[in-house]
Protein backbone atom coordinates (compact mmCIF):
# COMPACT_ATOMS: atom_id res chain seq x y z
CA UNK A 1 0.00 0.00 0.00
CA UNK A 2 1.53 3.31 -0.51
CA UNK A 3 1.77 5.65 2.36
CA UNK A 4 -0.56 8.58 1.39
CA UNK A 5 -2.64 6.00 0.14
CA UNK A 6 -2.98 4.40 3.41
CA UNK A 7 -6.55 4.45 5.14
CA UNK A 8 -5.60 6.28 8.11
CA UNK A 9 -3.77 8.36 6.15
CA UNK A 10 -6.45 9.69 3.70
CA UNK A 11 -9.39 9.93 6.82
CA UNK A 12 -7.34 11.65 9.39
CA UNK A 13 -5.77 13.95 6.86
CA UNK A 14 -9.64 15.16 6.40
CA UNK A 15 -10.30 14.94 10.04
CA UNK A 16 -7.32 17.06 11.11
CA UNK A 17 -8.21 19.66 7.94
CA UNK A 18 -12.10 20.04 8.86
CA UNK A 19 -11.20 20.40 12.92
CA UNK A 20 -8.32 23.07 11.84
CA UNK A 21 -11.25 25.26 10.00
CA UNK A 22 -11.42 28.80 11.65
CA UNK A 23 -7.45 28.94 11.91
CA UNK A 24 -5.61 31.44 10.65
CA UNK A 25 -3.12 29.63 9.53
CA UNK A 26 -5.08 26.33 8.48
CA UNK A 27 -4.65 25.94 4.48
CA UNK A 28 -3.94 22.09 3.96
CA UNK A 29 -1.25 22.87 1.38
CA UNK A 30 0.84 24.56 4.19
CA UNK A 31 0.52 21.78 6.65
CA UNK A 32 3.14 19.39 7.48
CA UNK A 33 2.50 15.81 7.09
CA UNK A 34 2.71 14.09 11.26
CA UNK A 35 2.96 10.91 12.24
CA UNK A 36 2.38 10.36 16.23
CA UNK A 37 3.96 6.62 17.35
CA UNK A 38 2.83 4.69 20.37
CA UNK A 39 -0.52 4.78 18.52
CA UNK A 40 -2.77 3.30 21.43
CA UNK A 41 -1.22 5.14 24.57
CA UNK A 42 -2.43 8.18 26.71
CA UNK A 43 0.62 10.26 25.69
CA UNK A 44 -0.76 9.76 21.81
CA UNK A 45 -4.17 9.83 22.40
CA UNK A 46 -3.12 13.65 24.05
CA UNK A 47 -1.20 14.42 20.74
CA UNK A 48 -4.25 13.54 18.93
CA UNK A 49 -6.38 15.73 20.93
CA UNK A 50 -3.55 18.79 20.04
CA UNK A 51 -3.07 17.72 16.43
CA UNK A 52 -6.62 18.10 15.64
CA UNK A 53 -6.78 21.88 16.52
CA UNK A 54 -3.17 22.56 14.88
CA UNK A 55 -3.47 24.76 12.35
CA UNK A 56 0.23 23.67 10.35
CA UNK A 57 0.33 20.01 11.33
CA UNK A 58 -1.68 17.62 9.45
CA UNK A 59 -2.12 14.00 10.85
CA UNK A 60 -0.99 11.45 8.07
CA UNK A 61 -0.31 8.49 10.34
CA UNK A 62 -0.63 7.17 14.21
CA UNK A 63 1.93 3.93 14.21
CA UNK A 64 0.60 0.93 16.64
CA UNK A 65 1.96 -2.18 17.04
CA UNK A 66 -0.75 -3.83 18.81
CA UNK A 67 -3.91 -2.44 16.72
CA UNK A 68 -3.08 -1.88 13.34
CA UNK A 69 -6.57 -1.10 11.10
CA UNK A 70 -8.27 -0.39 14.35
CA UNK A 71 -10.53 2.32 14.40
CA UNK A 72 -8.64 5.03 16.40
CA UNK A 73 -11.88 6.18 17.54
CA UNK A 74 -12.63 2.70 19.41
CA UNK A 75 -9.22 3.25 21.99
CA UNK A 76 -9.96 7.30 22.28
CA UNK A 77 -14.22 7.64 22.04
CA UNK A 78 -13.29 11.68 23.33
CA UNK A 79 -11.46 12.16 19.90
CA UNK A 80 -14.33 10.41 17.67
CA UNK A 81 -16.18 13.98 16.94
CA UNK A 82 -12.29 15.03 14.99
CA UNK A 83 -11.22 11.16 13.62
CA UNK A 84 -14.03 9.61 13.19
CA UNK A 85 -13.14 7.14 10.24
CA UNK A 86 -9.17 7.08 11.32
CA UNK A 87 -7.43 3.87 11.86
CA UNK A 88 -4.29 2.63 13.36
CA UNK A 89 -1.42 2.14 10.46
CA UNK A 90 1.08 -0.77 10.75
CA UNK A 91 4.89 0.02 10.68
CA UNK A 92 5.53 -0.42 6.68
CA UNK A 93 2.98 2.13 6.14
CA UNK A 94 4.40 4.47 8.34
CA UNK A 95 7.96 3.67 6.77
CA UNK A 96 6.57 4.29 2.86
CA UNK A 97 4.76 7.61 4.56
CA UNK A 98 8.18 9.11 5.47
CA UNK A 99 9.66 8.19 2.93
CA UNK A 100 7.88 9.86 0.50
CA UNK A 101 7.32 13.15 2.38
CA UNK A 102 9.98 16.11 1.81
CA UNK A 103 10.00 16.33 5.74
CA UNK A 104 7.34 14.67 8.43
CA UNK A 105 6.85 16.17 12.06
CA UNK A 106 6.99 12.52 14.22
CA UNK A 107 6.29 12.92 17.40
CA UNK A 108 7.20 9.63 19.10
CA UNK A 109 5.19 8.40 22.17
CA UNK A 110 6.57 4.77 22.26
CA UNK A 111 7.83 3.44 25.38
CA UNK A 112 11.56 4.05 26.00
CA UNK A 113 13.72 0.72 24.73
CA UNK A 114 11.40 0.31 21.56
CA UNK A 115 11.37 3.98 21.21
CA UNK A 116 15.40 4.11 20.40
CA UNK A 117 15.73 1.49 17.66
CA UNK A 118 11.98 2.46 16.40
CA UNK A 119 13.26 6.05 15.66
CA UNK A 120 16.87 5.14 14.25
CA UNK A 121 14.71 2.45 11.95
CA UNK A 122 12.66 5.69 10.42
CA UNK A 123 15.39 7.68 10.09
CA UNK A 124 17.29 4.97 8.30
CA UNK A 125 14.39 5.01 5.85
CA UNK A 126 14.58 8.54 5.24
CA UNK A 127 17.73 9.00 4.75
CA UNK A 128 18.06 6.10 2.19
CA UNK A 129 15.06 8.26 0.45
CA UNK A 130 16.33 11.48 0.68
CA UNK A 131 13.75 12.91 2.90
CA UNK A 132 14.36 15.55 6.40
CA UNK A 133 11.76 13.92 9.03
CA UNK A 134 11.73 16.42 12.18
CA UNK A 135 11.39 13.88 15.92
CA UNK A 136 10.78 14.63 18.77
CA UNK A 137 11.07 11.73 20.98
CA UNK A 138 8.54 11.75 24.45
CA UNK A 139 9.86 8.50 25.50
CA UNK A 140 13.27 8.68 27.87
CA UNK A 141 15.86 7.51 25.09
CA UNK A 142 17.28 10.28 23.51
CA UNK A 143 17.23 12.36 26.88
CA UNK A 144 21.12 11.61 27.63
CA UNK A 145 23.56 12.46 25.28
CA UNK A 146 26.23 9.56 26.76
CA UNK A 147 25.09 6.14 25.78
CA UNK A 148 27.18 4.57 29.38
CA UNK A 149 24.81 7.32 31.68
CA UNK A 150 21.50 5.58 29.72
CA UNK A 151 22.86 2.28 30.26
CA UNK A 152 23.56 3.08 34.01
CA UNK A 153 19.90 4.14 34.49
CA UNK A 154 18.13 2.24 32.45
CA UNK A 155 20.03 -0.81 33.03
CA UNK A 156 20.04 -2.21 29.46
CA UNK A 157 22.34 -0.86 26.24
CA UNK A 158 21.13 2.39 24.29
CA UNK A 159 19.25 0.82 20.69
CA UNK A 160 20.95 3.76 18.77
CA UNK A 161 23.90 5.47 20.19
CA UNK A 162 25.21 6.78 17.11
CA UNK A 163 21.83 8.94 16.73
CA UNK A 164 22.29 10.68 20.33
CA UNK A 165 23.85 13.61 18.92
CA UNK A 166 21.30 14.09 17.08
CA UNK A 167 18.98 15.24 19.90
CA UNK A 168 18.74 17.84 22.40
CA UNK A 169 17.06 17.35 25.61
CA UNK A 170 15.59 20.52 27.44
CA UNK A 171 12.78 22.12 28.22
CA UNK A 172 11.55 24.50 25.80
CA UNK A 173 11.48 27.58 27.97
CA UNK A 174 15.21 26.86 29.05
CA UNK A 175 16.73 26.89 25.28
CA UNK A 176 17.00 30.42 23.20
CA UNK A 177 18.67 28.75 20.34
CA UNK A 178 18.40 24.73 19.04
CA UNK A 179 21.76 23.41 17.17
CA UNK A 180 19.77 19.51 16.93
CA UNK A 181 17.62 18.20 13.74
CA UNK A 182 15.83 16.72 16.90
CA UNK A 183 14.63 17.02 20.25
CA UNK A 184 14.20 14.50 23.64
CA UNK A 185 11.28 16.20 25.63
CA UNK A 186 12.97 16.19 29.40
CA UNK A 187 9.21 14.54 30.30
CA UNK A 188 6.33 15.09 33.17
CA UNK A 189 8.38 15.16 36.64
CA UNK A 190 11.54 16.59 35.04
CA UNK A 191 9.62 19.28 32.93
CA UNK A 192 7.54 20.31 36.45
CA UNK A 193 10.85 20.28 38.17
CA UNK A 194 13.08 22.16 35.83
CA UNK A 195 10.83 24.58 35.49
CA UNK A 196 11.78 25.45 39.27
CA UNK A 197 15.39 23.93 39.08
CA UNK A 198 16.69 25.85 36.19
CA UNK A 199 16.50 29.36 37.05
CA UNK A 200 17.49 29.10 40.54
CA UNK A 201 20.81 27.31 39.32
CA UNK A 202 21.18 29.79 36.46
CA UNK A 203 20.67 32.92 38.60
CA UNK A 204 22.60 32.14 41.40
CA UNK A 205 19.82 31.93 43.71
CA UNK A 206 20.83 28.75 45.38
CA UNK A 207 23.13 26.34 46.77
CA UNK A 208 23.62 23.23 44.08
CA UNK A 209 22.20 20.66 46.42
CA UNK A 210 17.98 20.24 45.55
CA UNK A 211 15.49 18.43 47.58
CA UNK A 212 12.15 17.98 46.02
CA UNK A 213 9.47 16.35 46.49
CA UNK A 214 6.68 15.87 43.69
CA UNK A 215 3.09 14.36 43.60
CA UNK A 216 1.95 12.84 40.25
CA UNK A 217 -1.69 11.70 39.15
CA UNK A 218 -2.57 8.30 37.75
CA UNK A 219 -2.09 8.95 33.59
CA UNK A 220 1.87 9.13 34.42
CA UNK A 221 1.79 5.31 34.42
CA UNK A 222 0.44 4.80 31.33
CA UNK A 223 -2.34 3.09 30.27
CA UNK A 224 -1.74 -0.45 31.64
CA UNK A 225 -2.62 -0.75 35.30
CA UNK A 226 -0.13 -2.31 37.33
CA UNK A 227 -0.42 -3.23 41.32
CA UNK A 228 1.03 0.39 42.34
CA UNK A 229 -0.91 2.47 39.50
CA UNK A 230 -4.18 1.01 39.36
CA UNK A 231 -7.46 2.57 40.14
CA UNK A 232 -8.31 1.41 43.29
CA UNK A 233 -5.01 1.62 44.63
CA UNK A 234 -4.54 4.85 44.28
CA UNK A 235 -7.64 6.47 44.86
CA UNK A 236 -8.42 7.98 47.84
CA UNK A 237 -4.38 7.15 48.59
CA UNK A 238 -0.89 9.06 48.72
CA UNK A 239 1.98 7.09 48.96
CA UNK A 240 5.58 7.61 47.96
CA UNK A 241 7.50 5.13 45.31
CA UNK A 242 11.38 5.08 44.71
CA UNK A 243 12.28 7.58 47.11
CA UNK A 244 15.80 9.03 46.60
CA UNK A 245 16.25 6.13 43.52
CA UNK A 246 13.97 7.73 40.52
CA UNK A 247 15.13 7.13 37.16
CA UNK A 248 14.61 10.68 36.49
CA UNK A 249 16.24 12.07 38.60
CA UNK A 250 19.83 11.78 36.87
CA UNK A 251 18.32 12.82 33.55
CA UNK A 252 17.17 16.13 35.80
CA UNK A 253 20.45 16.92 36.78
CA UNK A 254 21.94 16.09 33.30
CA UNK A 255 19.44 18.54 31.89
CA UNK A 256 20.07 20.93 34.45
CA UNK A 257 23.93 21.03 33.59
CA UNK A 258 23.84 20.91 30.03
CA UNK A 259 21.12 24.38 30.41
CA UNK A 260 23.08 26.16 33.63
CA UNK A 261 26.47 24.49 33.33
CA UNK A 262 26.11 23.77 37.11
CA UNK A 263 26.46 20.21 38.53
CA UNK A 264 23.70 19.99 41.05
CA UNK A 265 22.81 16.95 43.68
CA UNK A 266 19.51 16.45 43.47
CA UNK A 267 17.33 14.56 46.16
CA UNK A 268 14.01 13.50 44.68
CA UNK A 269 11.02 11.92 46.33
CA UNK A 270 8.33 11.20 44.23
CA UNK A 271 4.70 10.72 45.35
CA UNK A 272 1.34 9.31 43.74
CA UNK A 273 -1.95 11.19 43.95
CA UNK A 274 -4.91 10.13 43.73
CA UNK A 275 -5.83 12.33 40.89
CA UNK A 276 -5.84 11.43 37.10
CA UNK A 277 -3.86 14.23 35.76
CA UNK A 278 -1.07 17.08 37.14
CA UNK A 279 1.91 17.25 38.92
CA UNK A 280 2.83 19.24 41.53
CA UNK A 281 6.75 19.73 42.79
CA UNK A 282 8.05 21.35 45.75
CA UNK A 283 11.60 22.68 45.34
CA UNK A 284 13.54 23.24 48.58
CA UNK A 285 17.11 24.57 48.42
CA UNK A 286 19.47 26.82 50.46
CA UNK A 287 19.54 30.35 49.14
CA UNK A 288 23.32 31.73 47.96
CA UNK A 289 22.67 35.02 50.22
CA UNK A 290 19.11 35.77 52.33
CA UNK A 291 16.14 36.98 50.23
CA UNK A 292 13.29 37.60 50.81
CA UNK A 293 9.98 35.53 48.90
CA UNK A 294 8.92 38.51 46.93
CA UNK A 295 12.41 38.66 46.18
CA UNK A 296 12.59 35.16 44.70
CA UNK A 297 9.48 35.90 42.99
CA UNK A 298 10.36 38.86 40.68
CA UNK A 299 13.52 36.66 39.91
CA UNK A 300 11.34 34.08 38.47
CA UNK A 301 9.24 36.22 36.96
CA UNK A 302 11.74 38.25 35.33
CA UNK A 303 13.53 34.83 33.92
CA UNK A 304 10.17 33.99 32.56
CA UNK A 305 8.81 37.53 31.07
CA UNK A 306 8.15 36.98 27.60
CA UNK A 307 7.15 33.10 27.77
CA UNK A 308 3.12 32.31 27.37
CA UNK A 309 2.97 29.02 28.85
CA UNK A 310 5.03 30.21 32.26
CA UNK A 311 2.95 31.77 34.65
CA UNK A 312 4.92 33.15 38.52
CA UNK A 313 2.04 33.73 40.69
CA UNK A 314 1.62 35.29 43.98
CA UNK A 315 -0.40 32.82 45.70
CA UNK A 316 0.38 29.03 45.61
CA UNK A 317 -0.06 27.28 42.38
CA UNK A 318 -3.15 25.03 42.08
CA UNK A 319 -3.13 21.36 39.61
CA UNK A 320 -6.76 22.74 38.52
CA UNK A 321 -5.55 25.84 37.21
CA UNK A 322 -3.16 24.08 34.65
CA UNK A 323 -4.90 20.53 34.07
CA UNK A 324 -5.78 19.84 30.39
CA UNK A 325 -3.50 22.64 29.28
CA UNK A 326 0.00 23.55 27.97
CA UNK A 327 0.39 26.42 31.01
CA UNK A 328 2.67 25.95 34.20
CA UNK A 329 2.33 27.78 37.36
CA UNK A 330 5.21 28.56 40.31
CA UNK A 331 5.16 30.44 43.11
CA UNK A 332 8.06 31.05 45.53
CA UNK A 333 8.28 31.60 49.69
CA UNK A 334 11.72 32.08 52.03
CA UNK A 335 12.11 31.72 55.45
CA UNK A 336 14.92 34.12 54.65
CA UNK A 337 18.07 31.26 54.32
CA UNK A 338 15.95 28.05 52.30
CA UNK A 339 13.67 28.88 49.04
CA UNK A 340 10.82 26.44 48.29
CA UNK A 341 9.48 26.75 45.00
CA UNK A 342 6.22 24.76 44.30
CA UNK A 343 5.39 24.34 40.36
CA UNK A 344 2.22 22.46 39.13
CA UNK A 345 2.23 21.06 35.63
CA UNK A 346 -0.17 18.87 33.05
CA UNK A 347 1.84 15.29 33.17
CA UNK A 348 -0.14 14.66 29.65
CA UNK A 349 0.06 17.85 27.93
CA UNK A 350 2.84 20.64 29.18
CA UNK A 351 4.86 17.19 30.36
CA UNK A 352 4.34 15.17 26.73
CA UNK A 353 2.26 16.05 24.12
CA UNK A 354 2.28 19.62 24.39
CA UNK A 355 5.24 20.30 25.38
CA UNK A 356 6.63 18.18 22.09
CA UNK A 357 4.21 19.99 20.26
CA UNK A 358 6.06 23.09 21.35
CA UNK A 359 9.24 21.90 20.75
CA UNK A 360 7.67 20.77 17.15
CA UNK A 361 6.33 24.34 16.46
CA UNK A 362 10.03 25.52 16.77
CA UNK A 363 11.63 22.73 14.85
CA UNK A 364 9.84 24.12 11.93
CA UNK A 365 10.15 27.82 13.08
CA UNK A 366 7.05 28.58 13.95
CA UNK A 367 5.88 30.48 17.20
CA UNK A 368 5.97 28.16 20.00
CA UNK A 369 2.52 28.77 21.26
CA UNK A 370 0.86 27.34 17.55
CA UNK A 371 -2.20 24.94 18.83
CA UNK A 372 -1.57 25.23 22.13
CA UNK A 373 -2.69 28.23 23.44
CA UNK A 374 -5.99 27.20 24.83
CA UNK A 375 -6.18 27.37 28.84
CA UNK A 376 -7.23 24.90 31.35
CA UNK A 377 -10.91 23.83 31.77
CA UNK A 378 -10.40 24.77 35.26
CA UNK A 379 -12.78 22.07 36.96
CA UNK A 380 -11.46 18.69 35.73
N1 LIG B 1 2.06 9.32 30.77
C1 LIG B 1 2.75 10.43 30.99
O1 LIG B 1 2.31 11.32 31.74
C2 LIG B 1 4.07 10.64 30.33
C3 LIG B 1 4.70 11.88 30.50
C4 LIG B 1 5.95 12.10 29.88
C5 LIG B 1 6.54 11.09 29.12
N2 LIG B 1 5.89 9.89 28.99
C6 LIG B 1 6.52 8.91 28.14
O2 LIG B 1 5.73 8.85 26.94
C7 LIG B 1 5.69 7.51 26.43
C8 LIG B 1 4.24 7.07 26.35
O3 LIG B 1 3.67 7.11 27.66
P1 LIG B 1 2.17 6.65 27.90
O4 LIG B 1 1.84 7.05 29.28
O5 LIG B 1 1.33 7.09 26.77
O6 LIG B 1 2.34 5.06 27.84
P2 LIG B 1 1.24 3.97 27.51
O7 LIG B 1 -0.12 4.49 27.82
O8 LIG B 1 1.71 2.72 28.17
O9 LIG B 1 1.35 3.82 25.92
C9 LIG B 1 2.53 3.48 25.25
C10 LIG B 1 2.13 2.93 23.89
O10 LIG B 1 3.32 2.57 23.20
C11 LIG B 1 3.03 1.47 22.36
N3 LIG B 1 4.02 0.39 22.56
C12 LIG B 1 4.07 -0.52 23.54
N4 LIG B 1 5.10 -1.36 23.34
C13 LIG B 1 5.70 -0.94 22.21
C14 LIG B 1 6.80 -1.42 21.49
N5 LIG B 1 7.51 -2.49 21.91
N6 LIG B 1 7.15 -0.76 20.35
C15 LIG B 1 6.45 0.30 19.92
N7 LIG B 1 5.37 0.79 20.59
C16 LIG B 1 5.01 0.17 21.71
C17 LIG B 1 1.66 0.95 22.70
O11 LIG B 1 0.81 1.40 21.66
P3 LIG B 1 0.57 0.52 20.35
O12 LIG B 1 0.39 -0.89 20.78
O13 LIG B 1 -0.66 1.13 19.81
O14 LIG B 1 1.77 0.69 19.48
C18 LIG B 1 1.29 1.66 23.98
O15 LIG B 1 -0.08 1.95 24.05
C19 LIG B 1 6.54 6.67 27.40
O16 LIG B 1 7.85 6.59 26.90
C20 LIG B 1 6.52 7.50 28.68
O17 LIG B 1 7.63 7.27 29.51
C21 LIG B 1 4.68 9.65 29.56
Not at 23 to 33: L, Q
Not at 266 to 271: A, D, E, G, W, Y
Request: hydrophobic content about 45%.
Amino acid sequence: MSATATTSGGTTANAAQEAGRGHAAGSSAARVPTIVLGGTGYVAGELLRLIAGHPKLELRAILSDSKPGERVSAQFPHLAAVYPDATFAALDEVQALIASVPSAAVLCAAPHGPSAELIDRLLKHAEAAGTRPRFVDISADYRFADPEAYARVYKHAHGAPARLADFTCAVPEHLAELHTPHVAHPGCFATTMLLAIVPLLQLGLVEPELYVSGVTGSTGSGRTPTAGTHHPQRHSDLYSYNALAHRHAPEVVAVAKTVTGVEASLNFVPHSGPFARGIHATTQARLARPMTAAEVVARLREYYAGQPFVKVLDAAPRLKDVVASNYAHLSATTNGRTVAVMSVADNLTKGAAGGAVQWMNRLYGWDQALGLAAPAPGWT
